[in-house]
């Protein structure tokens, strides 16, 4: 049963990410039509910016159930998930 849900889990995401990113090529095709033609709202990046968070987030889900380490960054944030299961079984 794990592995039905790990696989449901990892297919969903890939559907998250792709209708995240037709999403984000939608608003950023009709910002380059809509007036003043030609230029991209610097609202238009930050929304497609965080349409794609949500891909992010379900993939570090994803990999939180795994046991896999994490490294999140952004600027001068940075978050690091360490599995520590995993460190003692290198042990």
């Known amino acids: 049963m794990a592995e039905y849900i790990k696989g449901v889990y990892t297919r969903m995401n890939k559907w998250v ?4 990113l037709g999403v984000s090529l ?3 095709i009709i910002a380059f039509f809509v007036p003043p033609t030609a230029e991209i ?14 891909p992010v987030l379900g993939t570090v889900l994803v990999a939180i159930e795994k046991g896999s380490d994490i490294k999140l960054q952004k ?3 940075t978050i690091h998930i360490d ?3 995993k460190e003692d079984n290198n042990e």
């Open 17 to 20: 990410f792709y209708i995240c």
């Open 26 to 28: 939608t608003l950023l």
């Open 41 to 54: 709202s610097s609202s238009v990046i930050a929304a497609v910016g965080e349409i794609f968070l949500w």
């Open 75 to 77: 600027g001068d944030t």
């Open 83 to 85: 599995n520590p299961e």
